[in-house]
Structure formats: structure tokens, C-alpha cells
């Protein structure tokens, strides 16, 4: 299997990382993210704190998106949209 942080960047069209960010790291966060939000919300549900739910569903959700955002630059380094993504929700 490979991996793609070896997959050479076009020296034409820069990567805005300077490398290409590693698949498998970024599958590994947005499913490590993924369940910890849900049993955070679980726990903050089961205890009655409602006013922690905005939170771990704000937070939890920008760091599932931003990882996502850099899975996708895993695939196409060269697309600033996902860097932007996150760059701005991680």
C-alpha cells in the first residue's frame, strides 16, 4: 500500500502544506473526533447539562470538518479550498 506523503508535490503548483498531509493520519483523527463527540454529547445528555451541548457539538463538529478538509487535501494537495477549510475550523 502507499502512502501518500511520498507522492511528489508539481513544482509548478506549490502545496500550500509544503508536503502532502498523510491519509490514513487524517482518516484516524476525523473517526477518533467522530466518537469522541458523540460520547461527550452522550455524557453531557445523561448528566443534564444541557449548557455543555452547544459547545461539544460546535467544537466537536469544526475539528470533524477541519480534519476532513485535510483528508481532502491528502487527495488533492493542490486545491487551497480544503487547506482553507482547515486551516480555519482545526
Known amino acids: 500500500m502507499s502512502d501518500t506523503a511520498s507522492v ?4 509548478e503548483s506549490p502545496s500550500p502544506y509544503g508536503y502532502t498531509p498523510t491519509t490514513w ?5 476525523v473517526v477518533l ?9 452522550a ?3 445523561l448528566s443534564r447539562l444541557w449548557w455543555m451541548v452547544p459547545t461539544i457539538v ?6 470533524i470538518i477541519g ?6 487535501s491528502a487527495y488533492n ?3 487551497m479550498d480544503p487547506f482553507l477549510i482547515q486551516c480555519v475550523l482545526c
Open 8 to 11: 511528489p508535490v508539481d513544482p
Open 25 to 29: 493520519i487524517c482518516i484516524l483523527f
Open 33 to 41: 473526533y467522530s466518537a469522541t463527540t458523540v460520547a461527550h454529547l
Open 43 to 45: 455524557q453531557a445528555i
Open 58 to 63: 460546535l467544537c466537536g463538529l469544526s475539528e
Open 67 to 72: 480534519w476532513s478538509g485535510r483528508l481532502w
Open 77 to 79: 494537495v493542490q486545491v
